[in-house]
């Protein structure tokens, strides 16, 4: 009976067993414990703003929690981070294995977490009804979606409630959603129409992820709610406030993505004529895309092929001199992680920055000097967490799909399976840009965990 687990794919990663993925070095989880026990440090109190986190049902590592007002001409985002740069010592222990992980990888068997549970499941996470250290951000958003000042603080704040995506949208659905959020809609909107009046490309293709079955595994679509997209904006336009003090302080680590070349929209342009997709005059990319109904099979195809737009993510770590590119071109605009930092290595160290920029001063030279270091390590996790998530999908389709073979040598295009709901190989007649075809399987190869499928009539 052949085994289904991932322990190859961790093996392959250099990433823990999966009943060992809290291990630590002792010394880290010495630290950890020693910075869990002093408690919250902060001299602000804002524990009188009634802050909710808003994440997947069943999370422990809380990064943010959010309250939202209206204003005469706009809204006030108040947006409370874990204070990781507050808790962890530069070049102490957490520090140093923090910046081996870079990240926290997410397997179908268990997560590998950036920092030990006691902290980013415990002490530092922004779990409900505790007080907890933050860096507050308060950012003015005005009625046209553009942001107006920026400021932010390191705070006590206490979280009120812990909510979750499909909740949210429920309760918007229901005419109910929380007082701390009765905003986000009308926020998320506008937000989202500044930015694709700058160009966003913004991609909304179906994320797929593994779920149990059973005693395996299988291939599941992630449902993606219209408030899992306004409560998006929230970091997106925080990462934005952010990426703007670093451009004007000259100094930072910002997330980059080049425009595409010509030739690439060139071709997205004649796949849209092809599939009969409206592409009116002036408009870019991410102004067709957001226009697409993805219940159709050709909007599948353009979103897919729309891929090929946005090649070249990396990190821009600068100190006096400001980088020829410091745009993100999927966000449309100057773009730094700073939302996650008890999940991803660079939003402490860019959090730090900002804090030292807003007070109007110069991040010290230690800070600087691990810019550098910090944008490559964050490369380098960036490249495991992607491959883990690809290879574990592609993994679990042979797995489904091994007893379902047909041979075939016609030729190759690319399909969108609908069960199991992935995007695989296929060969055969009738595969035209966003046509509907029924496949069977025609090769399963465990090995190389590759799926080819064969068209049918």
Do not use: K
Request: net charge negative; proline share 6%; hydrophobic share 45%.
């Amino acid at each position: 009976m052949t085994v289904r687990d991932f322990h190859a794919l961790r093996s392959h990663l250099g990433l823990p067993p999966a009943d060992e993925t809290d291990r630590f070095p002792a010394e880290v989880l010495a630290e950890a414990e020693q910075v869990a026990s002093r408690g919250p440090q902060a001299s602000v109190d804002r524990t009188e703003v009634p802050f909710v986190t808003i994440d997947p049902p069943g999370s422990m590592d809380l990064d943010q929690a959010v309250h939202l007002e209206r204003t005469a001409d706009g809204f006030v985002v108040h947006y409370a981070i874990a204070d990781v740069g507050g808790a962890v010592q530069l070049g102490g222990a957490i520090d140093d294995e923090a910046r081996r992980r870079g990240q926290t990888v997410y397997l179908p068997d268990g997560r590998v977490p950036l920092h030990p549970p006691v902290l980013s499941e415990g002490a530092l996470s922004l779990l409900p009804d505790v007080v907890r250290a933050a860096v507050v951000w308060t950012v003015a958003v005005r009625a046209d979606g553009e942001i107006g000042d920026v400021a932010l603080e390191r705070a006590l704040v206490r979280s009120v409630a812990r909510l979750d995506y499909e909740g949210v949208q429920q309760s918007f659905d229901d005419g109910t959603p929380h007082a701390s959020i009765e905003a986000l809609r009308d926020l998320g909107t506008v937000r989202r129409e500044a930015r694709l009046a700058a160009g966003a490309i913004d991609l909304a293709l179906p994320s797929q992820h593994v779920v149990p079955a059973g005693d395996g595994w299988n291939v599941a679509l992630e449902p993606r709610t219209a408030a899992d997209g306004w409560n998006a904006e929230v970091s997106l336009l925080t990462g934005m406030a952010a990426a703007r003090l670093m451009v004007d302080g000259r100094v930072g680590l910002l997330r980059t993505l080049p425009g595409p070349p010509r030739g690439e929209i060139e071709r997205f342009e004649e796949l849209a004529q092809r599939l009969g997709v409206e592409v009116p005059a002036g408009a870019g990319p991410g102004r067709v895309l957001a226009g697409l109904d993805l219940t159709e099979p050709r909007s599948l195809a353009l979103m897919t092929q729309a891929t090929r737009l946005l090649r070249g993510a990396g990190y821009a770590a600068f100190d006096e001199e400001v980088p020829d590119v410091t745009t993100h071109a999927g966000i449309g605009g100057a773009y730094a992680q700073v939302t996650a930092p008890l999940r991803r290595l660079a939003d402490r160290f860019s959090t730090q920055v900002c804090l030292a920029l807003a007070a109007g001063e110069r991040p010290d030279q230690a800070l600087r000097a691990a810019l550098d270091p910090v944008a490559d390590a964050m490369a380098a996790s960036d490249r495991v967490a992607a491959e883990a998530d690809r290879t574990a999908i592609d993994q679990v389709e042979t797995w489904v799909m091994q007893d379902r073979t047909t041979a075939t040598d016609q030729r190759p295009a690319e399909v969108m399976v609908v069960d199991p709901p992935v995007v695989s190989e296929a060969h055969g007649d009738g595969l035209d840009a966003g046509a509907q075809v029924r496949v069977r399987v025609a090769r399963v190869d465990a090995a190389e965990r590759r799926v080819t499928y064969v068209t049918q009539a």
